[in-house]
């Protein structure tokens, strides 16, 4: 009994954390309709510098307090900086271009946390005056944590005098909902969303500059955070702090209990449970169902011409691939080997982006599902490479057949959070279930047999199902398939009243897509030789939207020509440096706010216009 | 004779691609009521729109009490004594009636009159009524008075009033007209959009007809009642 309690003790302080981080989140997206990926990188940061300032000022209690509220602050302007750099030139943006420029700005932190703080843990001392336990029903518990529990509802409370009581308060909710209205009675809605940014990210590098005396300090903290923060947010109803609140609690709950229930899926029932909150109840538990958030209409409606040339110019563009062995060496092979599964991927991502306007943000999980689906089978199965490559797009496609019929429920943002939280669980699975799948070790000697060792023919095998598989999907892109999914992207009711089943198609090409990336994942593994969990993980899904994006969203030949050039950066050029996270962000940011159509719909422009 | 408060010539405004205003002009001199007057999709809203930087706009002359308007963003301008009242009566729902006066509030301008929240609900007393109600539940005519009580909350000196009768049930639009009469009396200047020429005639001073975008005629309001050509050319349904 009294460890139960002592448990859902512990729970609410986890769900203290959450709170704070996610009412942040909450609040700038309610304001400004971005979703911030980078919002875990001010929780990460505020650690980091909250660390310093206690390691420094925090043997006495002012001293402490006051280092976190000081790191609090500083991550508040850090966020103010970057609304002013990077969100102001967003707003108007399709949220797919949002999502991106702000990871970029989370693989930028990552590394320059790294250079700053170095890439080791880091223990912080205890909190001056709380070190103790006090006994609850004969169970220790710490004291800090009973404080963080009081501080949750304190901050609630603040926040809500903030939005209520004040006139800043109160400007900023009338501009939340209609912000030309409320620039048009002068108030400068620049000041008033930098301001918002300032508190958001103030609250991030509270919520961690508090954790640092309960657990070290890592490199790993934002995307932890952000995305259960996503799951709180989602949860709660997007842009409702009391639902933000009640959702942490009830988070801090289930993972409090499901550790000890199933210690090794506690991510999964998160994530379980967030899909079937959103289910139920499809703007969360205290969300407006009104709330479709605006989103930019598709950047061009240039129509994807099917292209009298296109058969020829793919039939040349194949031969000359095919003659590649016949010059390059064993090195450039395996390169191209890559760059033809990667543009495989991304073909297949686009196929939802471009043709379904659906936007997701875990695309990585069929990719690597059907990687970790060939290993398994050669792994635990002793399965000959064919069979193993046949798994591969046959798992993926069953997990994006369930996973889809959930996701397909939403669009927009939703969408794009719901397949976030299906690439967390099936991620999850691959990290957590070490008997089957080997966790974070992978599982390693997943080598093609002897008669398709040869670089060679390795490419030529991989160039030949992915040359059909590339070719399917663009039959399906102008077929009456692609151009209902189309119909559904630019108008969904006009589609649904002349009789499409929108959501059905959307629903088909979710398994599509998952099935060709499957196909596209098995033949990585071989490739490589092992998998490992970082195949589903969010980077890899963001590397699938970056190919999308370079290539242009709005051309079938761009994801090819995403993939060519990204993969040579990846290895070219990235792999020159250590610190390519910071490269890599750079250009993601770069590329949001120069090349809104991609490379291949930019050249084009300059042709249309030469 | 002194610069007009607000002097257009010129005016251009785009949605888009679309090509809406061409050359608009027309003037509204200090304490004087101005209908801008026009048939349904003329360009009325987005004249006002324009003036307040609300679209896309370039205009030959953009002056308002002495200062140019064209490159300033709506915020600016609404600082320098510009109110407008849109159409769609664009109340904060989610806010109550004294919140939604708050978010308008700005400092007393010289020159033009000072309003608080208890000076307007004396001039609307149906607002008194439910100051801490949210907008979600008032009536049409309601919203109306809460839409330009919270844009007199600026204290402007001009003010743009999109069809302000526009919806209202015959006795509101009587009020409604009073109070405009009461805002002239208190020496604001006003341009207002109308369809109705009764609800026109009965407050403003000068009339401005605008068709497709461009400047077909301008005069004094009692001439317009007496020109049948006009009215049947441009205001005629
Ligand atoms: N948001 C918009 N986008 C494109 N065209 C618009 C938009 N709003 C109005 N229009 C067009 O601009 C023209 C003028 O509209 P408006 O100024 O609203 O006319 P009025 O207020 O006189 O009825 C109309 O042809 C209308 O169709
Ligand atoms: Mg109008």
Request: net charge positive.
């Amino acid at each position: 009994m009294s460890f139960l309690l002592v448990q859902a003790l512990s729970g609410l302080a986890t769900a203290a954390t959450l709170f704070l981080v996610s009412s942040g989140l909450t609040i700038v997206f309610g304001v400004t309709r971005i979703v911030n990926f980078a919002h875990g990188s001010f929780y990460m940061v505020g650690a980091y510098a909250g660390w310093s300032l206690i390691e420094r000022f925090g043997g006495t209690p002012a001293g402490f307090w006051g280092s976190v509220a000081a790191a609090a602050l500083a991550m508040g302007v850090l966020g103010a900086a970057m609304e002013i750099g990077l969100l102001r030139r967003l707003y108007r943006s399709p949220e797919l271009f949002q999502l991106l420029g702000t990871f970029g700005v989370v693989l930028v932190v990552q590394d320059l946390t790294a250079w700053a703080w170095g890439p080791e843990d880091l223990l912080g001392r205890r909190a001056p005056g709380l070190k103790g336990s006090i006994d609850i029903l004969d169970q220790p518990f710490p004291l800090y944590d009973l404080v963080l529990i009081g501080l949750g509802p304190l901050v609630l409370g603040l926040l809500w005098l903030l939005f209520n009581r004040t006139r800043w308060g109160t400007l900023v909710r009338a501009a939340t909902q209609d912000r030309e209205m409320t620039s048009a009675l002068g108030v400068d809605p620049a000041r008033l969303f930098t301001g918002v940014l300032f508190l958001g990210c103030a609250l991030a590098g509270l919520g961690g500059a508090l954790q640092v005396p309960r657990e070290s300090v890592t490199l790993q903290m934002d995307m932890a955070i952000v995305v259960e923060a996503f799951v709180v947010v989602v949860v709660g109803g997007m842009g409702s702090l009391t639902g933000a609140f009640l959702a942490s609690l009830l988070i801090g709950q289930l993972q409090a209990f499901g550790i000890l229930v199933f210690p090794q899926i506690t991510l999964v029932i998160v994530f379980l449970f967030m899909a079937v909150v959103l289910v139920l109840r499809p703007h969360g538990l205290l969300g407006r169902a009104e709330e479709v958030p605006p989103t930019a209409p598709a950047t061009v409606t240039v129509p994807l011409s099917a292209g009298r040339h296109a058969g020829p110019w793919a039939l040349a563009l194949l031969a000359l691939l095919a003659a590649a062995p016949l010059v390059a060496g064993d090195y450039a092979l395996i390169l191209l080997t890559e760059v033809v599964i990667l543009a495989l991927f991304a073909a297949s991502l686009h196929l939802l982006i471009g043709l379904g306007g659906l936007v997701s943000f875990g695309h990585a999980a069929w990719f690597g599902l059907g990687a970790y689906g060939s290993a398994l089978l050669v792994k635990h199965l002793g399965a000959p490479m064919p069979l193993a490559l046949a798994g591969a797009p046959v798992l993926a496609g069953l997990g994006a057949l369930v996973a889809g019929w959930f996701c397909v429920r939403r669009s927009g943002l939703y969408f794009a959070m719901l397949t976030l939280a299906f690439a967390q669980i099936v991620w999850s699975i691959a990290f957590q279930w070490y008997a089957v799948t080997g966790g974070d070790n992978g599982i390693l000697g997943v080598w093609p047999p002897a008669w398709a060792a040869g670089k060679a023919t390795y490419y030529w095998l991989t160039l030949g199902l992915c040359g059909g598989a590339l070719w399917l999907l663009r039959r399906a892109a102008f077929a009456p398939f692609g151009y209902a999914l189309r119909a559904g992207r630019d108008s969904g009711l006009r589609a649904e009243s002349v009789g499409i089943d929108v959501r059905r198609f959307q629903w088909m090409a979710f398994v599509l897509a998952g099935t060709a990336a499957g196909l596209a994942g098995g033949l990585y593994a071989f490739a490589k030789g092992s998998v490992f969990p970082t195949l589903l993980a969010v980077p890899q899904s963001v590397d699938a939207l970056v190919m999308v994006l370079m290539g242009g969203i709005q051309t079938v030949a761009g994801p090819l020509a995403g993939a060519l050039v990204f993969h040579l950066l990846e290895s070219e050029v990235m792999s020159l440096t250590d610190w390519w996270r910071l490269v890599l962000g750079l250009i993601i940011v770069a590329l949001v706010l120069v090349f809104p159509k991609g490379i291949v719909g930019f050249l084009s422009g300059i042709r249309r216009r030469a | 004779m002194s610069e007009p408060l607000l002097t257009v010539d010129g005016l251009q405004a785009w949605y888009g691609r679309a090509h809406i205003l061409d050359g608009i002009a027309l003037t509204v001199g200090r304490g004087e009521v101005v209908a801008l007057m026009g048939r349904n999709g003329a360009g009325k809203t987005t004249t006002l729109k324009a003036i307040m930087g609300l679209v896309e706009r370039r205009a030959a002359t953009l002056r308002f009490d002495g200062r140019d308007l064209s490159a300033l963003p709506a915020h600016r301008i609404a600082r320098l004594g510009v109110g407008y009242v849109p159409e769609d009566r664009r109340i904060f729902a989610d806010l109550t009636v004294e919140e939604n006066l708050e978010v308008g509030r700005q400092p007393p301008r010289p020159g033009a009159p000072a309003w608080t929240p208890e000076k307007l609900f004396a001039l609307f007393p149906n607002l008194a009524e439910m100051r801490g109600r949210r907008g979600t539940r008032m009536s049409g005519g309601e919203q109306q008075m809460l839409t330009l009580a919270r844009t007199l909350m600026g204290n402007p000196s001009l003010l743009l009033l999109d069809e302000p009768s526009e919806g209202l049930a015959p006795l509101i639009v009587k009020q409604m007209a009073e109070a405009v009469r009461r805002l002239k009396a208190e020496g604001l200047s006003v341009l207002l959009s109308e369809q109705s020429l009764s609800f026109a005639s009965w407050v403003a001073d000068r009339a401005c007809v605008i068709e497709t975008g461009r400047p077909r005629w301008t005069g004094p309001m009692t001439e317009l009642m007496a020109d049948d050509g006009v009215r049947a050319a441009y205001l005629a349904v």
